[in-house]
């Protein structure tokens, strides 16, 4: 683990964080690495780094949810400097009572005009908590690091037991209200739905784990632009299932375990929609009953970028313009060329798929998209929050010039996200994971040639705090200042010259060539 950092004073890194896996040999470990007890041979990585810096001045919530959140969950997840051992489910009862409480009100909280469909049903479902028995995410301990800079949010969650890696970058903006109430309930929501779905059995977990390398047919591959576009992921799992079948029936015993695996799969990415939804709708409730002593909680959102690494399958879910870029072996390349394929897509209205998308969805409305923004106001089509662009009752809540005029047929901001999950490969290297801060200022190519420079001269490093400070030079560069000048003007004032940054880079274990590739932009 590690802390220090050569960014100073006014720009010093608000969160640096790293963990290295025992039992790896690909990399050596110096005096900066606390080596943890050993991780389980299904896993899939071999270290992690964290890295982020503020650029925003903004003041943590204090009253929303009661306090809830600031002052009791959110302490208790922060260690901006190193992992450390904490029970798998310290605020789940504490969630449960929160969750429980906003029954009554579900119903008159829809962000969407039309009929709930099956997969809203679990809304109005009271929830409880489970056995800690009854998931692979309910480890009894598990190491935890995170913090905030600025409006963003990092979290980093470890088994050590289960061999399982949760990451999630929560990149707030108009307040980081959004961003806490996610760092301190997501996590524990998406766990609960896991439990309570019972796909996550012994039985099923064993068998996935089990099957690395193997499945073929449930793979969600990329295409030729190596950007997944939306696809809500019901359909995606129909798709292959006819795949699956043909496959299944020329090798015959593997059939059971291959339908075990996708049926396990498919409840993870039914999990982790249930409990964005589950957090959207908490979080409006919150605002809907706060807004009249503070008004400025219907314009608080986030993008989400949420990475899960179980055996071998990476699983992402993305809302918003945050990145996951995986750095992958071109195939049949003699002289095995890393290459930047992005997991993940940009929700902005700077994608033409979205852009004309969200004008298809608001026929009657011209002015849906102004000045190259969601009604004048938000760059990304989809985010957590942001409910004055969702509901006209919150949009009421803003005065003046603040608030949309015009809202015609909301939302206009989606809360659906994208869902992907990759099976890793031997030809797999490393996974960046970045708020869009970072790619203000590097390309998906760049991001992936410095790392892995970083890494072959550095093996025992941080790379995600070394691209922050290649950041902060090139915004320097760019601004016409030195790195001093410009790292000392205040959080605030700084933002006009980059944005908070936040970069977890995690090193994929699978893949032992690593010294050998070079790299290309």
Known sequence: MWGETI??????????????????????????????????????????????????????????????????????????????????????????????????????????????????????????????????????????????????????VCSEENGWLFCAIYDGFNGRDAADFLAGTLYETIMLYFNLRGCESKQDFSRASDSLYLDRCFQHYLDDSNTIYDEKFPSRIQDNKDSCFDYTNKNGSFAKEELSSNSFRHGVLDSFQRALNQAENDFLYMVEQEMEDRPDLVSVGSCVLVVLLHGNDLYTLNLGDSRAVLAKYGEGDENERLKAIQLTDSHTVDNEVEKNQLISDHPDDPMTVVAGKVKGKLKVTRAFGVGYLKKKKLNDALMGILRVRNLISPPYVSTQPSMNVHRISKSDCFVIVGSDGLFDFFSNDEVVKLVHSYILSNPSGDPAKFLLEQLVERAADCAGFSLEELMNIPAGRRRKYHDDVTVIVVILGTNHRTSKASTCM
């Open 7 to 156: 960014i100073k004073p006014e720009g010093e890194l608000k969160v640096s964080f790293g963990y290295q896996c025992n039992g790896n040999n690909s990399f050596e470990v110096s005096n900066g690495y606390d080596i943890l007890p050993e991780i389980r041979k299904n896993s899939s990585f071999s270290c992690l780094s964290g890295a982020a810096l503020s650029a925003n001045a903004t003041l943590a919530n204090t009253n929303i949810c009661k306090g809830l959140i600031g002052a009791e969950i959110l302490p208790s997840l922060d260690s901006p400097n190193s992992f450390r051992k904490v029970p798998s489910s310290p605020n789940l009862s504490r969630l449960d009572i929160l969750s429980s409480s906003l029954q009554s009100s579900m119903s008159n909280l829809s962000c969407s005009s039309s009929p709930p469909s099956d997969h809203d049903s679990y809304l109005f479902k009271p929830m409880s908590a489970p056995s800690r028995s009854e998931g692979f995410l309910s480890a009894m301990e598990v190491q935890v690091a995170g913090g905030a800079a600025g409006e963003d949010r990092v979290q980093a």
